[in-house]
């Protein structure tokens, strides 16, 4: 770990301005992916600005009838607030199926949108060949083990995964992220948030350098009654996705009236395509009619090496998670 | 009064929970410095130059060491790194070691390293190094062996499986990582080491620095864990010491979880070619049992696959081949049931593909092929139950309501799938010496040098010296890990109980002649004058037998002598005449899936094993090390694989979140027996160690229960859910 400054904010604004742009600075709070990331070397920031005594940890109803997570509310007490599991159990399925209770206790929700990529060419320094951590020297993975990595949305440049769990939830529904940096306020829709790595892989969100994140805010939702997240792993717990799914049905009088679909684990954001949804509109649930959204959501699918399988393992899971989700499993 | 068997808890287990029991990396030393290890990044090549300018003056740093200032070890040879000069073997090769004033400032300066190679090419295609592969030797044991004709077993054959079975390289990842804490005085060191063998450790540095072994004192009071990787002297434990003589200091460098994907050995990558022929009735002709295996280009391990193929069933015809097959990695070395755990998995799948073939029930094909003898030897094996092993077995699992075709079996969307396998583990031991002695203060002690590894030694010696003393077990104190004490082997190859429990149990019987010779002789003592077979001793007493009243405490006794211990001493080796008899346990083992045919998920609901491995010690560690085993056998089959990048050689799931092993939800219940039937040709207590068997057939019992679920054979491991989509 590099040697480095300490500053503990006691405001949004005075984090914001500790991060100033010359700081090389990294907003710390829960701690569960940065300080792994310091400790290997892969992020080397010169300051720490610890956020942890900033109030923004409730979680509190939105007047339009939605939920404001707040960024520094941990996952455990997100995942298990009332309001989050009778309104949206998608996303309490989804991060509670993420990392393990330990650190669920204690990474925070703005944390949880900024982890970065597993890839093993990202996270050991000693691979020569890494575009996000040096731009510039090439994509490891591209030519070596790649496995878990991205089938859609990749570039030549980087075939990194989006490692989240609670992020494939937020994309089913349709989260806005709420930010603050030196020219005030600003809202993301999640869709615009993380970035595809084109070739910029090292630029992951749209987020400002001296950004911070203030709250996570859901839009109300008619999907509380038929939503599933499926992850599919090689281990029960504690393992990231080979693929996950969010699925989400609105269904009226046995007909979808809308669905949302994420995939995890395939692309370097939470994945969507909204044609694939727009095509479940006004049928019936069937696994035909779930098959068929499936093949257009990984339509554009390009595999690698050693992951050509994750294709037919996300048609496959997208079927079963839309199934259980309509509860015709 | 029977303590030798009894569920005695952990005698070890507070200290260890409360977090009192002292591991390596734990010992705080007066003026310590830290070590860091540095690591290649290549493969196969030279060092050109190394950059250490900025580490050297980064805060706290202390020295630097690499192959331009290290100094020459006269013992130095090439199967470790010992910064003697600029060559690259594999990625993780150390390359230098820094020293600083606390552990962040010796791991920062090592950031600041800086190697600049000159690249060689590498081997890192396995099976490209076929054709140069070559034959070699496991513990001194052949790798070729056989007998009868192979050739003509095959062609009569009615039946044939012709198969190839692969497995993964492994790392053992202990929970306690390697760590060692080197300290010299003068030409004198003494060494904290987490190890599996305080003796050879200590004659193995002695070696490298060319001083006596007298001169080095090696101690491991407790190790978190060894499964094999902590049985080799790796290159780490002579650089601490190294660094330490360098920085005049003593040094304690303990290694990341990253670094035990390199230079501290793993279970070779295999490719078991299996050949079965057996006549329509099942009863087989031959079996070939043809093993690859990767090593190093500096050393040659041999994962002896084909080994226990050798003794599992009666076959006119049998020929076990093994090949080396170098490569550019860290060598390999011993992991948990080394060789009979990949092994056992392809014989017993092909098993298994052989009673479908004859769509004959598995456990009849290997009942009908069951052997009495040593089959290639037709020696006698010294205990051998392992038909029991079967019936109770199969009926704890309710085997009779298996439906024998595939997919046949099912629950809602899941389907069901039984399996079973074979287990086996070679029984054997190697000399050891322990004393016992009772002390002044109504205490017995027992101190012998072997190694507590998770295997709960500290608890069974506790047991065998409580009663053959007849003292009760709190009253037993025990000494191990040190080189001070008398000699015993490697914690290792399931040799401790055998080779540590007959010293332990003879010093005793020797201490406790001695204290009744001291009674009979005392004319203070109420069993003054009387014959020695008439006194016993019983709860720290001495007792005329004819008259229990007649009694006075042992410590009473010594008392009277100048307060100096009793001590019994002994040093034993192994009395088994292999020529003879073959020494072996087995068990039969029993596993029920659930797969998810959507998705590819595979859960492992329940496993059945019984063991007959002899007397047993302990049933509540033994339980446990049955457990320890089988969970590592469902893990073998499902999760771990070091994957390795193929331009660099380099892993690329270092690390406890990406390389898999179970966690608790992975794993059901496992209901385990012993049929403990002692084996009194091998030892006088009976017993055989238990710390390998369970992992073995494991994995093939989870595999044929996938076959049975899916009716997809899956012949490369670990089956993951891709492999079965």
Known sequence: MNPFEYRRAKDPQAAIDAAG??????????????????????????????????????????????????????????????????????????ILSGASPQLRNLATNGGNLLQRTRCSYFMDTHFPECNKRIPGSGCGALQGFNRNHAILGASNQCIATHPSDMCVALAALEAVIRVRGAKGERNIPIAEFHRLPGSTPQIETSLQPEELILSIDLPPSPYAQHSHYLKVRDRASYEFALVSVAAALDIQSGTVRSARLALGGVAHKPWRVERAEKELAGKKPSATAFMQAAKTMVADAKPHQNNAFKITMAEHAIVEALSLAAGVA | MSIIGAPLTRVDGRLKVTGAAKYTAEFQIPDLAYGVMVESTIPSGRILSIDTEKAEHAPGVIAVLTSRNAPKLPGAEKRISLLQDDQ?????????????????????????????????????DFEAGFPTSYPGSHNGEPGDAGWGDTAAGLAQAEVKVEETYTTPIQHHNPMEPHATIAQWEGDSLTVHDATQAVTSRQEYIAKMFGIPP????????????????KGQTWSHVVLTAMAARQAN???????????????????????????LGATREG???AIRHEVHAHTSVIEDYLESSAFATRVMYDCPNVATVHRLVQMNLGTPTFMRAPGVATGTYALEVAMDELAYKLKMDPLQLRLLNYTEVDPGTKNPFTEKNLRECYKQASERFGWAKRTPDVGSMRDGSQLIGW?????????????????????PDGRVLVASGTQEIGNGIYTIITQVAAETLGVAPDLVDVKIGDTTLPKAPISAGSMSTVSVMPAVQAAAMQA????????????????????????????????????????????????????????????????????????????????????????????VRRIVAVFDVGKIMNQKTAQSQFIGGIVWGISLALFEDSHSDARLGRFTN??????????????????????????????????RGIGEIGITGTGAAVANAIYHATGKRVRDLPITPDKLL
Not at chain 2, 95 to 117: D, F, K, P, S
Not at chain 2, 214 to 229: D, E, M, S
Request: hydrophobic residues 45%.
């Open chain 2, 419 to 439: 399996g079973i396998a074979t287990e086996t583990y070679p029984a054997r031991g190697l000399p050891a010496s322990a004393s016992v002695s009772f002390q």
């Open chain 2, 214 to 229: 007298t001169n080095i004192r090696v101690i491991a009071l407790f190790v978190g864990g060894g499964f094999g990787c």
């Open chain 2, 512 to 603: 406790r002649e001695k204290l009744i010779a001291l009674a009979v002789a005392d004319s203070q003592s109420p069993v003054y004058g009387v014959g020695a077979d008439q006194v016993d001793v019983q709860d720290g007493k001495i007792l005329l037998k004819s008259s229990p009243a007649k009694t006075e405490s042992f410590a009473t006794l010594i008392g009277r002598h100048g307060s100096q211990p009793v001590e019994g001493n002994a040093s034993l080796k192994p009395t088994l005449d292999q020529k003879k008899f073959a020494a072996h346990s087995f068990g039969a083992v029993f596993a029920e899936v659930a797969v998810d045919p959507n998705i590819g998920v595979v859960r």
């Open chain 2, 249 to 275: 200091r003593p040094v304690k460098l303990v290694m990341e979880r990253p670094q035990m994907f390199g230079s501290v050995g793993a279970r070779p990558r295999t490719h078991q070619r299996l050949s």
């Open chain 2, 654 to 687: 270092a690390n406890l979140a990406e390389y898999l092993v179970p966690v608790n939800a992975d794993i059901p219940e496992i209901d385990v027996t012993a049929l403990d039937i002692p084996d009194m040709k091998l030892d006088p207590l009976g017993a």
């Open chain 2, 88 to 124: 690259i073997y594999y990625n993780g090769q150390p390359i230098a070691v820094v020293v600083a004033e606390n552990l962040h400032q010796a791991q920062h300066a090592a950031t600041l390293i800086h190697a600049r190679y000159q690249a060689a090419p590498a081997k890192l």
């Open chain 1, 21 to 94: 742009p010359a700081a090389h600075a990294k907003f710390l709070a829960g701690g569960t992916n940065l300080v792994d990331l310091m400790k290997n070397g892969v992020e080397q920031p010169q300051r720490l600005v610890d956020i942890n005594r900033l109030e923004l940890a409730a979680i509190e109803p939105l007047p339009n009838g939605g939920l404001r997570l707040g960024a520094l509310a941990r996952n455990s007490d997100t995942a298990n607030h009332p309001a989050v599991r009778q309104h949206y159990p998608l996303l309490s399925r989804a």
């Open chain 2, 283 to 285: 009863k087989l002709t």
